[in-house]
Nanobody, 126 residues
Framework: VQLQASGGGLVQAGDFLKLSCAAS????????MGWFRQAPGKEREFVAA????????YYADSVKGRFTISRDNAKNTVYLQMNSLKPEDTAVYYC????????????????????WGQGTLVTVSS
């Protein structure tokens, strides 16, 4: 699976952005998908995950209530709607695909993902 993330940019605190991740290659609908982010000097951290069907989602506490992950299997695309952005949301955001089935909670680990996109930079100014 090849993943291409897009939609990042420079915004002000309180603004919104919608990231997209387009997939190609193997059947997209067979993979759970996740979004991670990595700020300068920090480790990559989990943001959100969604099951292959889109029926189950899971969020990091830091973004719960502000971010929404969704997917359109007909378009081979996963999205991350980010509202009420804060300066601490500044990071490179990565999408990833996981063949793992079962509890979505395990998808908080980078080790559960087999494919990664190249990342898109989100900068939130105060």
């Amino acid at each position: 699976v090849q993943l291409q993330a897009s939609g990042g940019g420079l915004v002000q605190a309180g603004d919104f952005l919608k990231l997209s991740c387009a997939a190609s290659g193997r059947p997209f609908s067979t993979y759970a998908m996740g979004w991670f982010r990595q700020a300068p000097g920090k480790e990559r951290e989990f943001v959100a995950a969604i099951s292959w069907s889109g029926g189950t989602t899971y969020y990091a506490d830091s973004v719960k209530g502000r971010f929404t992950i969704s997917r359109d299997n007909a378009k081979n695309t996963v999205y991350l709607q980010m509202n009420s952005l804060k300066p601490e949301d500044t990071a490179v955001y990565y999408c990833a695909a996981s063949p793992v089935v079962g509890s979505i909670v395990v998808l908080t680990s980078t080790r559960k993902y087999a494919y990664w996109g190249q990342g898109t930079l989100v900068t939130v100014s105060s």
